[in-house]
């Protein structure tokens, strides 16, 4: 079995330098044993969800998987997206974030708004932390998505890096720039939820920095206005 062979990546948060002996985890010693079959001196490809890609080579496959890591290369980051979302209806939320962290979303911030809040979040945030992950090893990435603690708009807007590319999807804005986040690095996009931003919230965000843009001449859902974006920035930035 060699690493083309597996449909996945291996996620492993601690990976050694070539030459270390490993004892894979549960989960991953099932994913390699059970369902690919993994025979001794097969490899497979790791990472650390940091940006590490690993070839480990099997040494073991019963009682345990153990693997010796082969070569492993740190992929130089390259542009950056953050999605600040208020709640989309319904369950919507967990196919929402399963989808932005296979088109490579840094990061995945959830915003209470006056029309919306996260209510669920306290016990949907470990679920939404495994559907990140196994996207991730789904897209043969090696950046694992980071789910925060939702946080009220104010707070939220406060909290950004100075100096991003700020988005905020509304039907009154123009067309988006398709060199959105290559000149500062990182992109950043406001999702109103649901029933939409007030007003109030509009101005927030454009007196933070925020430009309004139109993603479809239909309105379209939360979810989908997110997809819409995070789609055109991984198509803009490769």
């Known amino acids: ?73 740190r992929e130089v980051p390259g542009p950056r997206a953050w999605v600040l979302c208020g709640p989309p209806e319904g369950e919507r939320a967990d196919w929402l974030v399963e989808k932005l962290a296979e088109f ?46 939702p946080l009220a708009i104010e707070q939220a807007l406060e909290s950004l890096p100075e100096g991003s590319d700020r988005w905020l ?11 959105a986040g290559r000149s500062s690095g990182l992109a950043v996009v406001l999702v109103g939820p649901a029933g939409g931003l007030t007003e109030r919230e509009r101005n927030v965000a454009t007196q933070a920095g925020f430009t309004p843009v139109r993603l479809a001449r239909a309105r379209l859902r939360t979810e989908t206005a997110a997809l819409a974006w995070a789609a055109r920035w991984t198509g803009s930035t490769g």
């Open 1 to 73: 079995m060699g690493a083309e062979a597996a449909p996945a990546l291996l996620y492993l948060p601690v990976l050694p330098g070539p030459g270390s002996s490993i004892e894979l985890p549960s989960d991953a010693a099932h994913y390699v044993a059970r369902v690919c079959r993994g025979r001794v001196g097969e490899t497979v490809e790791a990472t650390d969800g940091q940006g590490a890609r690993a070839v480990i080579r099997l040494t073991r496959v019963r009682e345990g998987v153990g693997a010796e890591v082969v070569s492993i290369v």
């Open 104 to 149: 490579g979303v840094e990061r995945f911030q959830p915003v209470d708004c006056e029309r919306g809040s996260w209510n669920r979040a306290g016990v949907r945030r470990a679920r939404w932390a495994r559907l990140a992950e196994a996207a991730m090893r789904q897209s043969r990435r090696t950046r694992l998505m980071t789910v925060s603690v």
């Open 169 to 179: 999807t509304d039907e009154s804005g123009g067309a988006p720039i398709a060199e």
